[in-house]
């Protein structure tokens, strides 16, 4: 079954314990990204990658980092959590982004730093 | 001004009523267009892709106006089970290199019985 996979699904964490999300994709896609989700604000990009080894800043990439050392996988890294990184935080992946190229999003991982 | 703005609703329509929403994006250099649907804490799923002639899928109807620099969802025919928030997406630019997507907040859709 074609999928992006996250986990952990839901996380509570402490500020300042560096954590990492992890997100799979097994459609051999090149295009993958990380979103946050919150009220008001929408889905916003936070990073995405073209390729293996090529990784571009999104619209909120503060606080984040990220890498492709390999195709179907693009873990986000949050060094140094703190509570304004509370969020719904989801991974997708696709083809490209052009208007063919449906991004398909995996279930997300609800991220609480307390 | 947003790159891409909706107007976020709630709108609240009867089963079987026709209901149609815009979204407006920013930067007349987009190149990509498309409608997503998401239910209530899932994740986003595409709902159609927009074409420059405008395209339709069943009760979906999509069109883009460049001029005005707006792209529309018509749903005909209204069911329950379109109740969901719609999320307008546009790729901002066409640069190779440049591919970030920019969504819309979503506008709030439900259905009535």
């Known amino acids: 079954e074609a999928q992006v996979t996250q986990n952990p699904r839901y996380l509570i964490t402490v500020t300042g314990k560096k954590l990492t999300v992890t997100c799979s994709q097994n459609?051999?896609?090149?295009?993958m990204s990380w979103y946050r989700q919150d009220p008001g604000l929408g889905l916003r990009q936070i990073y995405y990658s073209m390729n293996v080894e090529v990784t571009d800043k999104g619209d909120v990439p503060e606080g984040y980092k990220v890498s492709r050392k390999e195709k179907r996988n693009f873990p986000l890294i949050l060094e140094s959590p703190s509570p304004n990184q509370t969020s719904l935080y989801f991974c997708?992946?696709?083809?490209?982004?052009?208007?063919?190229?449906?991004?398909?999003f995996g279930p997300g991982t609800r991220l609480t730093v307390t | 001004r947003k790159e891409v703005e909706q107007d976020p609703g709630p709108f609240n329509v009867p089963e079987g009523a026709t209901v149609a929403f815009n979204c407006t994006y920013s930067n007349s250099a987009s190149q990509s267009f498309f409608w997503y649907r998401q239910d209530c804490r899932k994740e986003p799923k595409l709902l159609m892709s927009?074409?420059?002639s405008g395209n339709e899928d069943g009760r979906f109807t999509a069109q883009l106006n460049r001029a005005s620099q707006y792209i529309s969802l018509l749903i005909r025919d209204s069911k329950l089970s379109d109740s969901a928030t719609y999320l307008c997406?546009?790729?901002?630019?066409?640069?190779?290199?440049?591919?970030?997507?920019?969504f819309g907040t979503g506008t709030r859709l439900t259905i009535i019985p």
């Open positions: 927009v074409y420059s």
């Open positions: 997406v546009v790729n901002p630019t066409y640069n190779f290199g440049n591919e970030k997507l920019t």
């Open positions: 997708a992946s696709s083809l490209g982004t052009g208007e063919t190229h449906e991004q398909y």
């Open positions: 459609m051999n896609h090149e295009y």
